[in-house]
């Protein structure tokens, strides 16, 4: 018997069916990564937005009842210290449980929206403290905060956006009103907000 050309083992290997199985497997990655695109970070957490409304109410009242300015500016450091490892900690925990990775593309845009404002609030507040315009950096921190909510929470939860915004409210009427009022202003945002909203987020959003 001749043997078989290549072409022709070209031509019966392009007439062999499509494996329906592989196939299958790709169409399922393709659609699990367009679902993965479109969908909301849910591992915004809600009981931990409520401690860490909690501790900021502490932190006001005990800035507001401090003497000495410096004292009450080294209290909102340690409380924003403590409030961003109650949050990323519990934003872990919640997304362990949800079975959402952090490194989801969900994660990553809310990643992306939140870090810039967050970021230049703290150069900006830093910058006011080293230049003694004490006055501001309440307001500011509120502003920028409330921008970074609403930027990252346009990939979350339809509530988070709404909390970043009504952040953006306090802080523009903190700039209003005198300074003595920096500390409570403080204490409704960072305090009462997270509280409400996390309590939303965790009765509606699972935890």
């Not at 401690?51 to 209290?75: E, H, K, P, R």
């Not at 961003?84 to 872990?92: S, T």
Request: charged residues 10%; hydrophobic residues 55%.
């Amino acid at each position: 018997m001749g043997k078989i050309s290549p072409v022709k083992q070209e031509n019966e290997e392009r007439g062999k069916p499509v494996n329906i199985g592989d196939r299958a497997i790709d169409n399922v990655r393709f659609i699990r990564e367009m679902m993965e695109r479109s969908s909301s970070f849910t591992a915004v957490p809600g009981y931990g937005g409520i401690l860490m409304g909690v501790t900021a109410a502490v932190a006001a009242y005990i800035a507001n009842g401090q003497v000495y300015l410096v004292d009450s500016l080294w209290t909102w450091l340690i409380e924003a210290c403590l409030a961003f490892a109650i949050g990323f900690l519990a934003m872990w925990q919640k997304s362990k449980i949800a079975g959402q990775s952090l490194f989801s593309t969900p994660a990553r845009k809310f990643a992306f929206g939140f870090t810039p404002p967050l970021v230049v609030g703290v150069v900006v507040v830093l910058g006011l403290w080293r230049y003694g315009a004490y006055s501001a950096m309440a307001p500011v921190a509120m502003l920028c905060y409330g921008a970074a909510v609403a930027c990252g929470g346009a990939y979350s939860v339809r509530v988070v956006p709404i909390m970043g915004w009504l952040f953006i409210a306090v802080g523009a009427v903190a700039f209003i009103l005198p300074s003595e009022y920096g500390n409570l202003m403080m204490g409704v945002s960072f305090g009462l907000l997270h509280i409400v909203f996390g309590a939303i987020i965790a009765r509606w959003y699972g935890g």
